[in-house]
């Protein structure tokens, strides 16, 4: 049996009970094959062993107490996976799907994705299963101060460092920062995505669904397109759905989706993405209520955002959204290509399916990067004591977006998989990854 089918056959043995986790590891895997199998060097140093065990895993306990004096209990997460490159860097999602599995998977796409923003970042995620939907401002607020009383302790501007994902805004973000700062006295950006007046970055909010589009137009330019006049299908309406329609738009797309986990709505004038924002970022409500703005588009419970024509699929808010009816629906329709806004949304046969029917797709962990490399970005800032403006964050990010994608264009074609974004990115972001671990040595 090769090294690979070796080390994937032992990670469904051991984690029989992980489903997202093999799965992430099983697509990683299966693609970096041609690297691996071309240098005996990654078997030797037990790259791949080493890769796919984390460097730690932390699950505790998190009482809390609601507006009524009853207690709570929650389950935290941190699995702190690689620190080759740099910190430990990742998010922490708040969602009652949030299991060691889930965490486990994202940590793993997280060391790959870190890796290919060029940036100096290790690989890492937590969170838990508290659903801040329905709660106070107040239990939020008591939650993230028993989550941080426990996790502060592996935290650190060099060592860990968290920020935002599903139900993680920049209202959580900032109750974990007070608490932080509070047990340490210290005010260092140990955390990312902060408010703008105590060490936020210009342009973190936007970054992951700018970044998205801006990958995605890179993808389409070199092969001959571009966004203008195509109409996207977007799902979710979170932080990363939001500005990846605001961006779609801003340049010459036409979004006629978007959705939340009740159900979804069709705009076929192109969404007003002004009234998403007040619904879901300022009211904190249900995306059924866009209808009170644009009485003519329509909403319908459940899924079926996948079912609609459209050119380029953007699906942007959680693992396992698009599976493969919705892939060949998407197909059928015409769709031409995919970006990924979050992170594994397509089941591994959807992919196949896109990569068979020759329709452009952009993997997650390329696709949505900009987000942490502007996390990145708001690192180097707090450590200068400096503030860039938008624009030039921006700026940056789109360079970072355009590299990305350059440079997984060159891997993929360097193997002969030209066109495979898939393969480009695993390899991309595995290379160097590996090189500085068997540089450090055994530890
Ligand atoms: P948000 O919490 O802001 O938004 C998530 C959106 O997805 C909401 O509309 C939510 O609906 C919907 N959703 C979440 N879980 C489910 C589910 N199980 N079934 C159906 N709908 C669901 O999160 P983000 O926008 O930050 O994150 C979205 C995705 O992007 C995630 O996969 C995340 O890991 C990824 N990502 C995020 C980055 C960031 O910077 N924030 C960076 C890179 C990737 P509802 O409100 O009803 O739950
Ligand atoms: O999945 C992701 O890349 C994120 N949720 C953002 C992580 C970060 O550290 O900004």
Redesign the pocket.
């Known amino acids: 049996m090769s090294y690979i089918d070796n080390v994937l056959k032992n990670v469904k043995e051991l984690h029989a009970a992980q489903p997202e986790f093999i799965q992430a590891a099983t697509e990683v895997l299966d693609t970096i094959r041609v690297a691996v199998e071309a240098d005996s060097k990654y078997e030797k140093y037990g790259v791949l062993e080493r890769l796919i065990e984390p460097d730690r895993q932390i699950i505790f306990r998190v009482p809390w107490v609601d507006d009524k004096g009853q207690v709570h209990v929650n389950r935290g997460y941190r699995v702190q996976y690689n620190n080759a490159l740099g910190p430990y860097k990742g ?1 922490n ?1 708040f ?1 009652p ?1 949030v299991n060691l599995s889930v965490v486990k998977f ?1 940590g793993f796409e997280q060391i790959f994705k870190n890796s290919l923003t060029g940036l100096p970042i290790g690989g890492a995620k937590g969170g838990s299963d508290f659903d801040p ?1 329905g709660k106070s401002e107040q239990e939020v607020m008591r939650f993230c101060h028993n989550f941080m009383n426990e996790l502060y302790k592996y935290l650190g501007q060099d060592i860990d460092v968290p ?5 993680v ?1 920049a209202r959580e973000i900032g109750f974990m920062y007070g608490q932080f700062k509070k047990l340490t006295d210290s005010y260092e950006g140990f955390i990312t995505g902060k408010g703008l007046t105590y060490g936020g970055s210009l342009a973190r909010k936007e ?2 669904g700018f970044g998205l589009i801006y990958l995605v137009n890179e993808m389409l330019k070199a092969n001959g397109t571009n966004i203008d006049g195509k109409v996207c299908t977007v799902s ?6 939001i500005y990846t329609a605001q961006k779609a738009q801003e340049l010459g797309g036409k979004v006629v989706t978007m ?4 159900g979804w709505i069709y705009d076929e004038a192109g969404v007003d993405v002004d009234a998403v924002i007040q619904i879901k970022e300022i009211e904190r409500g249900r995306i059924s209520e866009y209808l009170k703005y644009r009485p003519n588009a329509k909403y319908t419970e459940g899924k079926g955002v996948w079912g609609v024509k459209c050119d380029i699929a953007l699906p ?4 396992n ?1 698009l599976l493969i009816d919705d892939a060949k629906a998407l197909v059928a329709n015409g769709c031409t290509a995919v970006g990924e ?3 594994m ?1 397509s089941s591994l046969d959807a992919v196949e399916y896109f990569m068979a029917n020759k329709v452009l797709f952009a993997p997650a962990k390329a696709a ?1 990067a900009g ?2 490399a502007t996390s990145a970005m708001e690192m180097s800032q707090n450590s200068m004591r400096l503030s860039w403006t938008f624009e030039e964050v921006d700026q940056k990010l789109q360079g970072i977006m355009v590299n990305i994608f350059k440079n997984l264009d060159e891997a993929a074609k360097k193997v002969g998989a030209e066109g495979n974004y898939v393969l480009g990115a695993n390899v991309a972001g595995f290379y160097k990854v590996a090189e500085a671990m068997i540089a450090q040595g055994v530890v």
Not at 236 to 241: E, L, M, R
Not at 259 to 262: E, V
């Open positions: 998010g999602r969602h799907s994202l939907k920020a935002g994902d599903i139900g805004t970054a992951t979710g309406s979170g932080n990363v759905a959705s939340d986990s009740n942007c808010a959680t693992q959204e806004g979050a992170n949304p949505n987000g942490v």
